[in-house]
């Protein structure tokens, strides 16, 4: 369906994607993961060709039919009857290769037979998320694109958004905070961890909230970073000349565990982020954690380039 290789994008001084390669085929069933604003719209965009990369290559395929189910949730006629919102001027719907009569489809959407002439200001809330998801799936369409469907739905109803996705056919990709409702619709992960940095991942949800979990716990329990054995001074040699202040010799000793310190700090964050619940609790906090994480990735780099910095110039 699609391939992208070593893709940038960004918008001013703002990298969203930076070196991501992956080949998407039809059929298969992406759940994109991260924070509100990260760039995971960008990246549907650019697999769907609405736009296009700064650099690197993206070869789409063809007669791709795309159907969207938004954030936004498009606008309804009011005035408009349920039927007629489902199929204007017909009694009967395709699905597939399936042809329903119209009142009969809207019964699949839990509507009994006397709301199809209902007016749409009728509809409560629940009820109007399932009159889009109705049209959403009337659509002829082979690629799925689901921004948070399960904001405001009843049970009922996401229960039928489950069933459905389940036996869509084509490329689904879903983007959604709801951990339960991504492990079981996606069988594979897209994940945005900051920085420009994606990671694919081959499972469903908890497969990659596993993965995230023991890969922060190896960064944890990893051994602090020492700095080269220096090789004793043998009787003949002359008395070396100082390569360091006592000052910069401090430093350095320091340096090891500040750069641990960090490591951890960014592993702990890292685990919260990929915890579901945070966006449910605190809209606000995925996004404070994400700028703390990109200020720690700043100050491990800076310390990082100063260690080098004075091993290089004690081994002068």
Known sequence: MAELDNVIKAYGDRTLINGFTTRIMRGDRIGLLGPNGIGKTTLLKLILGEEEADSGIIQRGTNMNVAYFDQMREQLDEEATLADTISPGSDFV??????????????????????????????????RNRLLLARLFARPSNVLVLD???NDLDIDTLELLE???????????????????????????????????????????????RFTE??????????????PEQKPATASAKPAKAKLSYKEQL???????????IETEIAAINMKLADPEIYKTDLDKPTTLQIELTELDEALLNII????????????
């Not at 042809?99 to 409560?124: A, G, M, N, T």
């Not at 380039?305 to 002068?316: G, H, P, T, Y």
């Open 163 to 209: 069933s459905l996705l389940q036996d869509f056919p084509g490329t689904l990709f879903l983007v959604s905070h709801d951990r339960a409702f991504l492990e079981n619709t996606v069988t594979q992960v897209i994940a945005f961890e900051g920085n420009g940095q994606l990671t694919e991942f081959g499972g469903g949800y908890d497969d990659w909230l």
């Open 214 to 227: 023991q890969r922060a716990s190896a960064l944890i329990s990893a051994p602090k970073t020492k700095a």
């Open 251 to 261: 430093e350095l000793a320091e340096l090891p565990e500040k750069i641990e310190k």
């Open 305 to 316: 380039a100063r260690w080098e910095e004075l091993e290089s110039k004690n081994a002068v």
């Open 148 to 150: 948070e469907p399960t």
């Open 94 to 127: 395709e699905i597939g290769n399936e042809r329903k009569h119209v009142i009969s489809y809207l019964e699949d959407f839990l509507f009994p037979p006397q709301r199809s002439r209902s007016p749409v200001k009728s509809l409560s809330g629940g009820e």
